[in-house]
């Protein structure tokens, strides 16, 4: 069965960076692009960007440019998001979410997700 | 960018039917999908390409879209259907996902 396994929670200070892993597994890692949505304290869902996993070329969202880095292991099915100069506002839950087949619009698997907080 | 707006919440009786809506300009040329999360979980795809359920959920999710607004029908709601729903669309114009602000469904 498919499954999106997320790493664990994060605890930083401000201006240190982080390095989130999203490990698929029950599929094909290169045939789905694999996108990434942030969720701040009580609010919703904000879509971060996305890659490509059989080139490795990322989109970002605006507002998710410079600072946010997506990448792949292809190897190791696993998809990464490194936020770097991290601030208090980059406190979320962050989640990897698997778009659906062929030209699809919609995100089908979901990680359980990642809390990232960040305090001096 | 593109704009979808959700209600903020909406209360419903066990047994009875809910709508949630989803709002944005010319709603009805885009695919629009829903997804559920309830406290302390991922979101789940309950319905997409505007009213095609995934394997597992119920049929008592239902979902129509055309013009300037897409619905989520929840049918004989359930205490477990109590959660955030959030709609979802893919934005040509600026290759973006768009998300809606999301419903808060409280069964009362």
């Known amino acids: 069965q498919v499954q999106l396994v997320q790493s664990g929670s994060e605890l930083e200070k401000p201006g240190a960076s982080v390095k989130l892993s999203c490990k698929a597994s029950?599929?094909?890692?290169?045939?789905?692009?694999m996108n990434w949505v942030r969720q701040a304290p009580g609010q919703g869902l904000e879509w971060m960007g996305w890659?490509?996993?059989?080139?490795?070329?990322?989109a970002y969202a605006q507002g998710f440019m410079g600072r946010f880095v997506l990448s792949l292991d292809t190897s190791d099915s696993t998809a990464y998001l490194q936020i770097s100069s991290l601030k208090a506002e980059d406190t979320a839950v962050y989640y990897c979410?698997?778009?659906?087949?062929?030209?699809?619009?919609?995100?089908?698997?979901w990680g359980q997700g990642i809390l990232v907080t960040v305090s001096s | 960018s593109y704009v979808l707006t959700q209600p903020p919440s909406v209360s419903v009786a066990p047994g009875q039917t809910t709508m949630i809506t989803c709002g944005g300009n010319n709603i009805g040329s885009k695919s629009v999908h829903w997804y559920q999360q309830k406290p302390g979980q991922a979101p789940v795809l309950v319905v997409y390409d505007d009213w095609v359920r995934p394997s597992g959920i119920p049929e008592r999710f239902s979902g129509s879209n055309s013009g300037n607004t897409a619905t989520l029908t929840i049918s004989r709601v359930e205490g477990g259907d109590e959660a955030d729903y959030y709609c979802q669309v893919w934005d040509s114009s600026s290759d973006h996902f768009v998300f809606g602000s999301g419903t808060k469904v409280t069964v009362l």
């Open positions: 979410a698997r778009r659906g087949p062929d030209t699809s619009s919609w995100f089908d698997y």
């Open positions: 029950g599929y094909t890692f290169t045939s789905y692009s």
């Open positions: 890659i490509n996993t059989k080139t490795g070329n990322p």
